[in-house]
C-alpha cells in the first residue's frame, strides 16, 4: 500500500498556545489590564475596610469585579452546556431567574407581603427554586430535543412570558424578605471579607469540574453537538443529553438567582437579571466556543463572563452612563471578535508568511 | 391514487396532487388562523371588533411592525438572524426627535436621517457577516447593544416633539372611503388610519415583488435554503447575504421613522422587545429560522394576528400585565410546535414516496 | 495548444497546511471525449476538479480553455463562465427551490424571473431527457437519484464545454446508471468534453475513452482506454503490482461450524423503514452478506438488526437466550457493532479527535460515570493506530482531516475496540481505495477465523463473493433469497436478484 507519509511541519510552541480557544478571553483580558494599567494603575488597589455592619471586609474594583461577576460566571457554565449539544442559545435565562427569583421569595415570605424572618426554611426556599427553573430548564428542553424547534425560537417563548409568570407567581406584589441571613448569599457573610456571590461561583466552578473529570459528560455533549446522528448510533441518546443541559443550565439560573435576590432581598421583576442572556451568551462568544455547537471549554467562558465584568466596571470607573454601558460593550464586542473571525486570522497569517518569505530572500541575499 | 395500472412513470407522475410548497403551506396556515380568530372574536366580543376602525387601529399601531417584520422575514429567509431592529427603532425616534425639537429641523430632513441610520447599520452589519463571515447572533446581538446605547448618548431622557411641521404629520390621518361607523346620534364617522399604514403596505408590496419576481430575491431562498449549493449555483452568497442585511437596516430605518411618527416622542425605552415580536411575527407567518422558507404576506398577517391576541387580551378584560406576554408566548409555542410537525411528517413522506419511486421504475427493467 | 483540445492544465500545484495536495500535474481534455480520471484517495483528484472549478484556487500551473487561451479561474462563477460545469457528488442545489428554479437560477440575463417561460423550459428539458417529474414541484420532493439528474440537466442546458462529474453514480442504481450514460454518449456527440471521476472500474471500461491516473498529487500518466487493462490500471494506481488482488481470488469461502449456537438470532425483524418481516441467523465466525439493487432493503435490515432505525416487530436472541434490542445501545451491549453507510452523515464526529472517535463506542458501553483515563485512551487509540495502519498527523488531529478511507479505519477501529461478537460492515469499502479495500478484505476473514461474525454488505458483488460464505438476497424489501457455497457466483446473485416472478407480473 503506497506511504502517504507527508507528514505536516511541526507547529511551533507559539502556533500551539494560541491554538485553544481560551486565547480570545486571555487576550481580551490583558488588553483591559493594560488599559487601566495605563488610565490609572490605582483602578488595581484593594481595600479592606468595614461594611456597614462593622465587619471588615474586602473591597475596590478586582473585588467588584469577582462580586458582580459571578452570577454570569454561574450562567455562562449552563450556557456552554447547552450550546455545545443543541448548537443555539437559551435566550429566557433572564426570565427564568425572575421566576426562580419569585419562587424562592414567595416561600420565604409564606405568601405575605413583608416578613422580619424566614417563614420556611431556606432550604426549602432553595430547592423549590430550583425545582421550579429546572422545570422550566426541562419546558425548553423538550421543545428543543424533542420537538426539534431551535434553540433560540424555542426560548423566545420563556423570554416573551417568563417574567410575567414570575409576576404572576407573587400576584404582581413586590415581597420583602427583612431577614439579614437572606442578605449573606448576595453581599457578605459576617467574619468572612470575601464576597459571598464569588464563593458560590468558586463552589459551583468546583463542582462542574469534577463533573467533567469523574462523568462522560464532555465527551457525550461534543459528540451530540457535532453529530447527532452519529452520536446515536454509538448507543448516545441525543435528546436526553440535549435535555440535560437544558436542565443543568436550570439549575445555574437557580443559584444565580439565589445571588440576585440576595443582594437586594427583594425582586423587581422587570429588571431583575435584565439582558443577563445576552451577557451569558457574549460570554460564551467571548470564550471561543463555536455558537453552532461541538466541541466546548467551560472555562473559557467562565473567564469570558469575568472579562465582560471587568469591562462594565472598567467603564463605570469612567463614569459612563449605566444606559449607554450597552454601547460601549458592543464595540468592544465586534473588535474582539472581528479579530478573532477566521477570515481576518487567515489575512494575518498570509501577511505573517509573506514577511517572512521577504525575510528569508533579504537573508539568502545578504 | 392507484398507480399499480399506471404504463410509464411519465404520466403517473403527473397524475398526482398537486403539492403546495412548504412555504405555501405554512402560510396558508398562518392566514387562516387568523382569519378564524377574528370571525371569533366578532361573534363572542361582539361589541368592538365589527367596528372596521378597530381592524384599522390594529394596523395603524403596529404599521412600524410589519415593516420590522419584513426586514426580519427577509433576514431569515436568508438564513440569519437580526435582533438589532429594535434599537435601531428606539436610536431613530431618539435622534429625529432631538434634531426636530433641538435643532429646529426640518421634517423631511428627519426622514433622511432615519433611512441614513438605518442604512448605516444595515451596510456595517451586513459586512461584517456577509464578508467577514461573523455570526449574524454576535454582531446583531452587539448592534442592538450600541443601538441601545446610543439611544441614550443623544439624549437621556424621554420627551415628546413639538416641532410644528411634525405634529401635523403625526395628526394625519387618511380616510378609508365607504368604511366607517355610525354613532349612536346617527352621525357617521369614517374610518381613517395613519400615514404609516399606507407606507407599511407599500413596503410589503414592494418586498413581495423583489421575492417573487426578481432574481435578487429568489436568490435569498437559495441562500437560505443551501448555502453550499447556492455558491456551487453561481450565486454570489456573499453579496446576496450583505444585502439582505442592507434591506433590513433599512427598513429598520423606515420603520423607526414611522414608530416615531406613531408615539411622537424620543426615549429610551421605545420599542423595547420590538426585535423579538419582529422574529415572533415572522414565525407565526411561516418563516422558518432555518432559512429557505418564508413569504412576505403571512408575516404580514403574523403580524396582525400579534396585533389581535393582544386587543383580545385586553377586551377580555385581562388586564394584568402579565396576560398579553403570556399569550403571545403560547401562540408561539403552538405555531412552532405544529410547523415542526408538518415539516418533519413531509420529510418522512417524501423519503418513503421516493424510495417507492425508485423501486417501481428499478422493476420493469430487471 | 492542440486543436482539438478543450482544456489543458499544466504543471498544477496546490498546497495546504501540511499536505503537498498537487505537484506539477498536468491534464488535458479533448472535443466529445469521456475521460476518467481516478486515483486513490489522497492522490488529488478532488482537489484537482476544484482547482479547475475555482472552489481552491491554484497556488502555480496554467489553465488553457480552447477559444480562450489562459485563464484565471477563482471561483464557482468564474468556471460556470467558462463552460466548466460541475456535478457533483453530493447534491449541490436547493431543496426548497422548485426544479425549474434549480435549472435556471444564478445564471441568465436580467433581473426578473419569467415564472411561465421557466417553467416552460424546464419541462421540456426534462422530457428530453426523460425524467420524470414537474417542473414547479419542490426539489426536496424528489428522490436523491432524481435531483442528481436535474443537476446533470441543468449542466446541460447550459451548454457547456467541460462536463465534470464527480462520483455521479455513487447513490443511483444500474437503471439510473444506465440512463446516465446515455445522456453522457448524447453529450459526447454534440462535442462536449466530460470528466468522469469514479471508482467504479466497470463503469470507467463501459463508457470513457482515456484514463488520467493521479497518485499522491503526482500524475503518473494519461492513457487510452484500449490499451490499459484493468490490472495494469489497478497497479498504475497503487504504483506496484498487485498480488494481494489475486491472493484473495480463491474459492468462496465455506463455513464449517452449521451446528452451533447461533450468535445472533432474529425472527419477524421489521422496522419503521418499511422492509418486509424478515428471519436472520448468523453463527460464530460465519460471515454472510446483504445483497441486492439500491433501496432493495440491505442497509434498513442491518439497521434493524442493530436497532438503529425504530424496531416495529420480532424477536431476538444472542446465544441462544432472549434479549431486547430495538435501540443502538441496547445492541451494543448484546456485543453487535454496526459500521453505518454514510460514514459522513453516521459514522465520523467530524471535530473530534481519532482519539476520541476511536474510543466513543466503548466509552459509551462503560457507562456515564467511567471515563477512561487520559492514558488508557491514548493507549487504546494507538493500538488502533498502529494495527490498522491509519494515517493521521497525531492521535488529537480532528477525524474530519483525514481522507476518506483512513477515516473509515477509524471507524472501523472504534467498533473493534469494543470487541463485538457480531460485527455489521455496511458498505465499508465505499468511496476507498483498491489498497485499502482488500485490506478490509483480508481483515474480516482474520476476524471470522479468530471466531467473530461478521455481516459484509458491498454494492460490489465480488467483494462478497471473495469474503462471505452466505449471501441473502433482497429484492423490493422482501428477502428472495439465500446463497451458498457453489451458488456463489456473480450470475447465480444477478439471477436471484432478477427472480422468476416477475415475469407473473
Known amino acids: 500500500m503506497p506511504n502517504n507519509n507527508v507528514q505536516p511541519p511541526k507547529a511551533s510552541l507559539w502556533a500551539r498556545l494560541t491554538r485553544h480557544q481560551i486565547v480570545i478571553p486571555i487576550a481580551a483580558l490583558l488588553l483591559l489590564t493594560i488599559f487601566n494599567l495605563i488610565a490609572d494603575p490605582s483602578f488595581f488597589n484593594i481595600t479592606l475596610s468595614d461594611n456597614s455592619n462593622g465587619d471588615p471586609v474586602l473591597g475596590g474594583n478586582l473585588i467588584t469585579i469577582i462580586d458582580n461577576g459571578s452570577e454570569l460566571a454561574i450562567l455562562a457554565i449552563g450556557m456552554t452546556l447547552v450550546t455545545a449539544a443543541s448548537g443555539g442559545q437559551d435566550i429566557s435565562v433572564g426570565a427564568a431567574i425572575a421566576i426562580s427569583g419569585s419562587a424562592l421569595l414567595r416561600v420565604l415570605c409564606g405568601g405575605e407581603r413583608t416578613v422580619d424572618t424566614f417563614k420556611n ?55 420583602v424578605v427583612n431577614d439579614e441571613r437572606l442578605g449573606y448569599f448576595g453581599n457578605y457573610i459576617p467574619g468572612i471579607p470575601i464576597p459571598t456571590p464569588f464563593l458560590i461561583a468558586v463552589a459551583c466552578f468546583i463542582i462542574t469540574f469534577l463533573i467533567m473529570k469523574f462523568t462522560n459528560i464532555s465527551l457525550y455533549v461534543q459528540s451530540v453537538g457535532i453529530n447527532e446522528k452519529s452520536s446515536r448510533l454509538n448507543g448516545l441518546n441525543p435528546e436526553l443529553i440535549k435535555l440535560m443541559t437544558y436542565v443543568l443550565l436550570g439549575l445555574c439560573v437557580a443559584v444565580a438567582a439565589l445571588i440576585k435576590v440576595g443582594r437586594i432581598s427583594q425582586i423587581n421583576y422587570s429588571v431583575i437579571a435584565k439582558d443577563i442572556e445576552m451577557d451569558a451568551i457574549l460570554a460564551v462568544a467571548l470564550g471561543g466556543n463555536a455558537l453552532g455547537g461541538g466541541k466546548f471549554s467551560i472555562a473559557s467562558s467562565v473567564l469570558g463572563a469575568y472579562v465582560i465584568q471587568f469591562l462594565t466596571t472598567t467603564l463605570y470607573k469612567f463614569e459612563v452612563n449605566a444606559a449607554a454601558l450597552p454601547a460601549f460593550k458592543a464595540v468592544v464586542v465586534i473588535l474582539l471578535v472581528v479579530m478573532s473571525a477566521p477570515t481576518v486570522r487567515e489575512k494575518f497569517s498570509r501577511l505573517g508568511r509573506k514577511l517572512k518569505k521577504s525575510k528569508t530572500a533579504e537573508a539568502g541575499n545578504s | 391514487m392507484n398507480m399499480s395500472n399506471v404504463n410509464s412513470s411519465v404520466s403517473a407522475v403527473k397524475k398526482t396532487r398537486k403539492r403546495m410548497t412548504d412555504t405555501n403551506l405554512l402560510t396558508t396556515i398562518t392566514v387562516t388562523v387568523f382569519v378564524v380568530m377574528y370571525v371569533c372574536a366578532i361573534l363572542f366580543l361582539k361589541e368592538g371588533f365589527l367596528k372596521p376602525q378597530t381592524m384599522l387601529n390594529l394596523i395603524s399601531t403596529n404599521a412600524y411592525l410589519i415593516i420590522l417584520a419584513c426586514g426580519m422575514s427577509l433576514v431569515m429567509i436568508t438564513g440569519g438572524i437580526d435582533i438589532s431592529v429594535g434599537g435601531v427603532t428606539a436610536l431613530v425616534a431618539m435622534s429625529c426627535a432631538v434634531y426636530l425639537d433641538m435643532h429646529d429641523g426640518n421634517v423631511y430632513i428627519s426622514m433622511l436621517i432615519a433611512i441614513g441610520i438605518g442604512l448605516a447599520f444595515g451596510l456595517v452589519q451586513g459586512f461584517l457577516i456577509a464578508y467577514l463571515k461573523i455570526q449574524p447572533f454576535i454582531v446583531t446581538l452587539a448592534g442592538m447593544f450600541f443601538a441601545r446605547g446610543m439611544t441614550t448618548i443623544v439624549h437621556t431622557n424621554p420627551f415628546n416633539v413639538s416641532n410644528k411641521d411634525f405634529v401635523e404629520l403625526k395628526d394625519t390621518r387618511i380616510i378609508i372611503p365607504l368604511l366607517g361607523s355610525t354613532t349612536k346620534k346617527g352621525k357617521f364617522i369614517p374610518a381613517t388610519i395613519e400615514i404609516g399604514v399606507i407606507v407599511a403596505l407599500v413596503i410589503v408590496l414592494l418586498l413581495f415583488c423583489l421575492l417573487k ?46 414608530y416615531f411618527m406613531h408615539v411622537g416622542s424620543g426615549s429610551p425605552s421605545h420599542a423595547t422587545g420590538a426585535e423579538m415580536n419582529a422574529i ?23 403580524v396582525l394576528t400579534l396585533a389581535l391576541i393582544q386587543n383580545i387580551v385586553a377586551s377580555l378584560g385581562l388586564d394584568q400585565p402579565w396576560w398579553t406576554g403570556i399569550t403571545i408566548a403560547a401562540m408561539l409555542c403552538i405555531f412552532l410546535v405544529i410547523q415542526s410537525i408538518i415539516i418533519s411528517r413531509r420529510k418522512k413522506a417524501d423519503m418513503k414516496a421516493a424510495a417507492a419511486q425508485s423501486n417501481k421504475e428499478a422493476a420493469p427493467a430487471s | 495548444m492542440n486543436d482539438d483540445s478543450l482544456l489543458e492544465m499544466r504543471g498544477i500545484c496546490k498546497y495546504f497546511p501540511g499536505v503537498k495536495a498537487l505537484q506539477n500535474v498536468d491534464f488535458t481534455l479533448r ?12 492522490a488529488g483528484k478532488s482537489t484537482l476538479i476544484k482547482v479547475l472549478t475555482g472552489v481552491h484556487v491554484k497556488d502555480e500551473g496554467d489553465i488553457f480553455l480552447k477559444d480562450k487561451g489562459k485563464v484565471q479561474i477563482r471561483s464557482p462563477q468564474e468556471a460556470q463562465n467558462n463552460g466548466i460545469s460541475t456535478v457533483y457528488q453530493e447534491i449541490t442545489l436547493c431543496p426548497n427551490l422548485s426544479v425549474a428554479e434549480n435549472i435556471f437560477i444564478g445564471r441568465g440575463k436580467g433581473k426578473f424571473v419569467k415564472w411561465r417561460s421557466m417553467n416552460k423550459k424546464a419541462q421540456e428539458l426534462l422530457d428530453s431527457l426523460g425524467i420524470a417529474i414537474r417542473a414547479n414541484q419542490q426539489l426536496a420532493s424528489c428522490s436523491i437519484a432524481v435531483q442528481q439528474m436535474v443537476a446533470i440537466a441543468r449542466a446541460v442546458d447550459m451548454e457547456c464545454s467541460v462536463l465534470i462529474l464527480d462520483e455521479p453514480t455513487s447513490s443511483l442504481d444500474e437503471n439510473e446508471v444506465a440512463k446516465l450514460f446515455t445522456l453522457m454518449r448524447q453529450l459526447k456527440e454534440r462535442g462536449v468534453g466530460i470528466i468522469f471521476v469514479t471508482h467504479f472500474l466497470d463503469q470507467v471500461y463501459e463508457v470513457c475513452d482515456r484514463i488520467t491516473v493521479l497518485r499522491d498529487g503526482t500524475l503518473v500518466g494519461e492513457y487510452k482506454i484500449e490499451n490499459l487493462p484493468r490490472l495494469q490500471l489497478v497497479s498504475k494506481m497503487l504504483g506496484k503490482d498487485l498480488d494481494d488482488m489475486a491472493d484473495i481470488k480463491e474459492a468462496a469461502p465455506v463455513y464449517e461450524g452449521k451446528d452451533t449456537t447461533p450468535v445472533y438470532e432474529g425472527k419477524g425483524l421489521c422496522s419503521s423503514e418499511g422492509i418486509n418481516p424478515f428471519d436472520f441467523e448468523i453463527h460464530p465466525g460465519e460471515v454472510n452478506g446483504f445483497t441486492g439493487l439500491l433501496g432493495s432493503g440491505r442497509s434498513e435490515c442491518v439497521r434493524t438488526i442493530f436497532g438503529a432505525d425504530k424496531v416495529t416487530g420480532g424477536t431476538v436472541k444472542m446465544d441462544g437466550k432472549p434479549v431486547k434490542i430495538t435501540k443502538p445501545r441496547e445492541a451494543m451491549m448484546n456485543g453487535i457493532g454496526y459500521l453505518p453507510e454514510d460514514r459522513k452523515r453516521d459514522g465520523i464526529v467530524g471535530d473530534l479527535s481519532v482519539k476520541d472517535n476511536i474510543i466513543l463506542a466503548l466509552q459509551v458501553k462503560t457507562g456515564f460515570f467511567k471515563p477512561f483515563s487520559k492514558a488508557k485512551a491514548l493507549e487504546f487509540a494507538n493500538e488502533y493506530i498502529k494495527l490498522l495502519d491509519i494515517k493521521t498527523a497525531s492521535v488529537n488531529t480532528p477525524i474530519k482531516s483525514l481522507s476518506g478511507g483512513n477515516q473509515q479505519k477509524v471507524i472501523l477501529a472504534r467498533w473493534l475496540l469494543t470487541h463485538p461478537k457480531y460485527l455489521i460492515l455496511d458498505e465499508p469499502t465505499r468511496g476507498i481505495d483498491i489498497g485499502t479495500k482488500t485490506d478490509i478484505q483480508k481483515l474480516v476473514l482474520k476476524l471470522a477465523s479468530e471466531g467473530m461474525s461478521v455481516t459484509f454488505i458491498s454494492s460490489e458483488t465480488d467483494e462478497m463473493l471473495r469474503t462471505c460464505s452466505r449471501l441473502l438476497v433482497m429484492r423490493d424489501r422482501k428477502l428472495v433469497g439465500e446463497l451458498t457455497g457453489d451458488q456463489l457466483t456473480q450470475s447465480a446473485v444477478m439471477n436471484t436478484i432478477a427472480g422468476g416472478e416477475k415475469n407473473a407480473e
Open chain 1, 121 to 175: 426554611p431556606l432550604i426549602l426556599a432553595f430547592l423549590i427554586a430550583c425545582l421550579v427553573s429546572m422545570a422550566f430548564g426541562a419546558f425548553n428542553g423538550v421543545l428543543v430535543a424533542f420537538f426539534k424547534i431551535q434553540p433560540m425560537v424555542a426560548t423566545l417563548i420563556l423570554f416573551t412570558a417568563g417574567r410575567n409568570i414570575a409576576c404572576w407567581i407573587n400576584n404582581s406584589e413586590l415581597p
Open chain 3, 31 to 42: 472535443k466529445g471525449e469521456i475521460h476518467a480520471l481516478m486515483g486513490e484517495n489522497g
Open chain 2, 280 to 302: 415572533a411575527s415572522s414565525i407565526i407567518g411561516g418563516t422558518m429560522l432555518t432559512g429557505g422558507v418564508g413569504n412576505i404576506i403571512g408575516t404580514l398577517f403574523g
Open chain 2, 213 to 258: 419576481w426578481t432574481k435578487l430575491g429568489r436568490s435569498f431562498y437559495a441562500v437560505g435554503g443551501n448555502k453550499q449549493s447556492a455558491l456551487m449555483l453561481g450565486i454570489n452568497v456573499q453579496r446576496t447575504t450583505f444585502i439582505s442585511y442592507v434591506i433590513c437596516g433599512l427598513l429598520a430605518g423606515i420603520g423607526g421613522f414611522v
